[in-house]
């Protein structure tokens, strides 16, 4: 599976923005699915994560009520709707595959693979 983000861009705290992962190459449908951060000269982190089939979902605490992660499986998308940006959301943002096909959801970065190239999410004060 090839993951290819996008949807990034420039946003004053307090907007909103609409992220987009598509899947190309595999069975996409069989993996849950995560989005991940990387702040400026921090580690990667978790974001949210969603199941294979989009009946569960599991989010950082400090994106708790204003992320929602969704799937079009039909579209081989995952979605990341981000309101009330703050600042310290800024980082590049990356989605990743669960290695384990129709696994219960996980957290860790390195449950995750086939990354694909992130996508920078900046929000000015």
């Known amino acids: 599976v090839q993951l290819q983000a996008s949807g990034g861009g420039l946003v004053q705290a307090g907007g909103s923005l609409r992220l987009s992962c598509v899947a190309s190459g595999g069975t996409f449908i069989r993996y849950p699915t995560g989005w991940f951060r990387q702040p400026p000269g921090k580690e990667r982190e978790f974001v949210a994560a969603?199941?294979?089939?989009?009946?569960?979902?599991s989010y950082a605490d400090s994106v708790k009520g204003r992320f929602t992660i969704s799937r079009d499986n039909a579209k081989n998308t995952v979605f990341l709707q981000m309101n009330s940006l703050k600042p310290e959301n800024t980082a590049v943002y990356y989605c990743?595959?669960?290695?384990?096909?129709?696994?219960?959801?996980?957290?860790?970065?390195?449950?995750?693979?086939?990354w694909g190239q992130g996508t920078l999410v900046t929000v000015s004060s």
């Open positions: 969603i199941s294979w089939s989009g009946g569960s979902t």
């Open positions: 990743a595959a669960d290695h384990r096909p129709f696994g219960t959801l996980r957290i860790g970065v390195p449950d995750f693979g086939s």
